[in-house]
């Protein structure tokens, strides 16, 4: 394949090829998701509406999307959402973290498509209660 130029730098046809077909995987995987926690499936496809989904699902306030347009804030916050979608599959562990940031569209598309994955329910704001509700109980036995 020749290059084809973008923007004013030139990209080679195989890398188009493999970001195409990353971000099929990654509509795939985003749309099975949304389904598995009672999301419409087709709002993974409308780019800036499947951020405010996503914040539904992690039990974010949708205004927490505009989030993503602060320059330099928003890798973190990307990074945060990333970890408390996993969290909320029940995924805990550092190795689940490390997995879901540097292996992003492979384990969502996991997470969606495993019968044995199921959806917990939103976590934010929810962690810091469920620790001390476990304390109190153990330091009451």
């Not at 188009?16 to 099975?32: D, K, V």
């Not at 973290?97 to 704001?125: I, K, S, T």
Request: charged share 15%.
């Amino acid at each position: 394949m020749s290059a084809v130029t973008i923007f004013g730098s030139e990209v080679s046809g195989a890398i188009l090829l493999m970001s195409l077909f990353f971000t099929l995987i990654s509509l795939g995987a985003n749309w099975r998701l949304f389904l598995k926690c009672d999301q419409p499936g087709w709002t993974a496809f409308v780019p800036g509406y499947n951020v405010v989904v996503a914040m539904r699902i992690i039990g974010r306030p949708d205004s927490h999307a505009l989030l993503f347009l602060i320059p330099g804030y928003n890798v973190y916050f990307a990074l945060r959402t990333m970890i408390e979608l996993a969290q909320s599959f029940g995924k805990r562990t550092t190795l689940d973290y490390f997995l879901v940031v540097f292996f992003n569209v492979f384990y969502m598309l996991n997470l969606g498509l495993a019968y044995q994955e199921e959806y917990d329910g939103p976590v934010y704001g929810k962690l810091g209660v469920k620790k001390n509700k476990s304390s109190i109980g153990l330091s009451a036995a």
